[in-house]
Structure formats: structure tokens, C-alpha cells
């Protein structure tokens, strides 16, 4: 599958923000009515104190806030894709503070607005953050999970990530049930 091309008139615009106050409240609205509706999608892409699905906007905000609280332009920056005037897409990426992985940088919370899906959006925004983070945060590499088993790996392998390993069991997303991750990597190069 290839993903569409964007002709310049129709291509997402991108935004950067690197501390919380360059959150607008339309923003932060707009942030997590995409993470509840992904996560109601089925999108892997549950923060640490959300309830699994079911979820409404009350339960993503503070996870929400936690995200926009802990930006700085060092350690965690947002890559937002706007379509006409609505964010049709987000991730994170993190650089971890210790001295000897401080080169890496994680990408998280890759998502796209189900309306926006097929459309390029995840992809686009994994082409542009890895030039964001070699360009403006200085990192070497980027590395990121993905649950196993849905597609996600030839979707990153496309991009020009390598599937590094698997971790068997690595989330549980009901009592007694849990998924593999695949764990990937890639240099901090533009496609």
C-alpha cells in the first residue's frame, strides 16, 4: 500500500511545540479529542492512568496535560499535523536525560484522526519528525514500539525503520490477555 501523495495546496502543515504555553486552548481541545477517538478506534496509544476503551474526553485530559506539562525544547517536543485548519494527526518525541542515551530520541503516541486516516498523515508525520529531531534536537537515532500483529510493522519498514526485536507479552490490555511489541529503529535522516 502506498500512501497518497500530497499536492502542495492539500499537504499537511506542520507544527512544532516545544514548551506548554505554546498549547492554544483550541489546541489542547483539539489534542484530545484526537487521542479519545483514536484510543476509541482501537489505537495503541494508552497512556499510563487511561482506562482501557471505552474512553471519553474526561478521562484523556489529564493525560493530556501530563504530555503538554512535561514539553521542553531539550527533552519532549509535539509534531503536529494540521489539514485545513484542524489537527489531523500528533506524536511525541522524548530524549532521555542520561548521558549515554542521551543521542536516542523515542517516538510515541503516533496518531491520526480517523477521519483523516489513508490519507498520508502518519506517515508524513514520521517523515518530518525524523528530520526535526536530527535538526533542532541534535539526536542520532530514533526508536519507538508498536503492538505486533496489526500491520504497523511494514508501515514503519516503509518509512525505512528497522524492526530490531520483539517483546512477547509487553502490554496487557485486558486481565489476562496481553500483546507482543515490535520494537523498531531508525537513523535521524530525511526520506
Not at 106 to 132: D, E, K, S
Amino acid at each position: 500500500m502506498t500512501a497518497p501523495l500530497h499536492t502542495p495546496e492539500h499537504s499537511p502543515e506542520f507544527l512544532q511545540i516545544t514548551r506548554p504555553e505554546g498549547i492554544t486552548q483550541d489546541l489542547r481541545r483539539q489534542l484530545i479529542d484526537c487521542w479519545t477517538a483514536v484510543v476509541n478506534a482501537g489505537g495503541a496509544v494508552i497512556a499510563p492512568a487511561i482506562p482501557l476503551p471505552p474512553v471519553t474526553v474526561r478521562d484523556i485530559g489529564p493525560a493530556a496535560d501530563r504530555l503538554i506539562a512535561d514539553l521542553d525544547p531539550e527533552r519532549g517536543r509535539l509534531l503536529v499535523a494540521i489539514m485545513d485548519g484542524t489537527l489531523a494527526g500528533w506524536l511525541i518525541v522524548r530524549r532521555d536525560p542520561h548521558p549515554l542515551v542521551a543521542h536516542f530520541g523515542v517516538v510515541n503516541h503516533l496518531q491520526t484522526r480517523p477521519r483523516f486516516r489513508r490519507q498520508g498523515i502518519g506517515a508524513a508525520l514520521m517523515r518530518h519528525v525524523r528530520g526535526m529531531a536530527r535538526d533542532d534536537m541534535g539526536l542520532e537515532q530514533l526508536q519507538l514500539s508498536a503492538r505486533a500483529g496489526l500491520g504497523l510493522e511494514d508501515f514503519y519498514r516503509s518509512l525505512g525503520w528497522t524492526e530490531v526485536g520483539r517483546w512477547p507479552g509487553a502490554l496487557r490490555v485486558a486481565p489476562a490477555t496481553t500483546v507482543t511489541t515490535s520494537l523498531c529503529v531508525s537513523a535521524s535522516e530525511s526520506t
